[in-house]
């Protein structure tokens, strides 16, 4: 279905904006965080991907991109030429997947658990208004750490991103992993509202790019992707937008809103 839908729009080599992509983290960017994309976002992407390749690049799965820019009914994975889940450790292009790697083999059985045990401990110790569920969340490419827990309502998160300014709850979790597993070879990126990812060193958003470095070689109508866009909200150090906003292969766009997103690509393409 994914590809049948991506036949309506020109083939990516010739698309009108040549050699160009634009990418999209997806909390804040294109949707509220933890919210579902508006219909007027999904058709400003639609007019876009007839001028130009259009991706996401998002760190949580993608059955939760799923619920955020799909529909029960319409794929995710048919709304954008690719779709990089995990920050691209899960990836689709054209509605087909690429090649994926899994954290847990590239860390170890062992390591994993000391990880998971010390972080529920350190979880059980604060004292933070409210506490809910999932609290370590294991992916294909990485873990998610919580310490209100994923399960709290949209509200529940509003109120502890403002508590967590305040009182620096996960800039301090990540601070105290860094000192305790200094040799795992691991990055922290504190993203969204009540949470940070753990993953491999390299393993960031800029992980997406090698894929699409990868376009150039293939025999299928590949493209060398000279002008990559990259827009995003958390760009700053520490952010988990941070490492693809500043490195040297893209374009960086830092928005405040998807509002703002869309106003940006309107200036940009015409639309």
């Known amino acids: 279905m994914a590809t049948e839908a991506a036949s309506v729009y020109p083939p990516l080599n010739q698309r009108s904006v040549k050699d160009t992509i634009c990418l999209f983290d997806v909390d804040g960017t294109l949707t509220p965080a933890r919210q579902t994309v508006s219909p007027e976002m999904l058709q400003l992407l639609s007019q ?124 301090d979790f990540v601070a105290a992993l860094k000192s305790k597993f200094p040799d795992f070879g691991l990055t922290y990126s504190i993203g969204g509202q009540i949470s940070f990812d753990v993953f491999p060193k390299g393993w960031d958003k800029t992980y997406c790019l090698r894929h699409i470095e990868a376009e150039k070689d293939r025999v299928d109508g590949g493209v060398e992707y000279r002008t990559v866009h990259f827009f995003g909200d958390k760009t700053a150090k520490g952010g988990n937008d941070f490492e693809i906003f500043e490195d040297a292969r893209t374009v960086g766009h830092r928005v405040g809103n998807p509002e703002d997103t869309m106003r940006i690509l309107r200036e940009l393409f015409g639309l």
Request: with cysteine; glycine share 8%.
């Open 48 to 171: 876009l991907r007839h001028k130009c390749v259009i991706g996401f690049v998002g760190g949580s799965d993608l059955a939760k991109q799923q619920e955020q820019l799909g529909t029960p009914s319409i794929p995710v994975t048919s709304l954008f030429d690719f779709c990089f889940a995990e920050n691209g450790l899960t990836a689709y292009r054209l509605g087909v997947p690429l090649a994926s790697h899994s954290f847990i083999q590239w860390l170890g059985e062992d390591k994993y658990k000391q990880l998971v045990n010390f972080c529920l401990v350190y979880i059980a110790g604060l004292d933070i208004p409210v506490k809910r569920g999932t609290f370590v969340e294991f992916r294909n490419g990485m873990i998610n750490i919580s310490p209100i827990g994923r399960n709290a309502t949209h509200t529940e998160r509003a109120a502890y991103q403002t508590y967590d300014i305040t009182h620096h709850i996960r800039p």
